[in-house]
């Protein structure tokens, strides 16, 4: 079986990707997906009952990408009596080492329908003219 890494994913998540068992690692972490364009990256968290104010995104003074959620119960929800409940996240945190590619300054964030998106645009690549004249001196 070959098996392939995602250098900036963390290693928990190269095997939970490429694992044929799947279980899960962890039932209160929220699902991420990584999608990948010629222009970016997109990380999108499933977020379902959080807003804006329940996350903070930073890149620590490592380079990584910190993601940061914390949601805080109402006196209404603590006194619920659910049957069955499987999105309550009350904290998490996860980081991400980033590409080499990642134009740091540009990183933006967007909560939209319960999914936390995050765009981390690509560094332009100048391309570099081959072809010139060189004198002969």
Not at 37 to 55: I, M, N
Request: aromatic content about 8%.
């Amino acid at each position: 079986m070959i098996m392939y890494r995602n250098s900036w994913l963390p290693e928990v998540f190269n095997d939970f990707f490429y694992n044929n068992n799947m279980p899960k690692a962890n039932a209160t972490a929220p699902a991420i997906n990584v999608l990948e364009s010629d222009k970016d990256y997109t990380v999108e968290l499933a977020a379902p009952g959080l807003c804006r104010d329940d996350f903070e995104v930073n890149i620590d003074n490592d380079g990584d990408l910190t993601i940061k959620m914390e949601k805080k119960v109402s006196e209404k929800e603590q006194k619920a009596h659910y049957l069955r409940r499987e999105f309550a996240y009350s904290k998490y945190e996860q980081t991400l080492i980033l590409p080499e590619d990642v134009d740091k300054e540009k990183i933006g964030a967007k909560m939209s329908d319960g999914v936390l998106n995050i765009t981390l645009p690509k560094l332009e690549q100048k391309t570099q003219k081959i072809a010139r004249q060189i004198e002969v001196g």
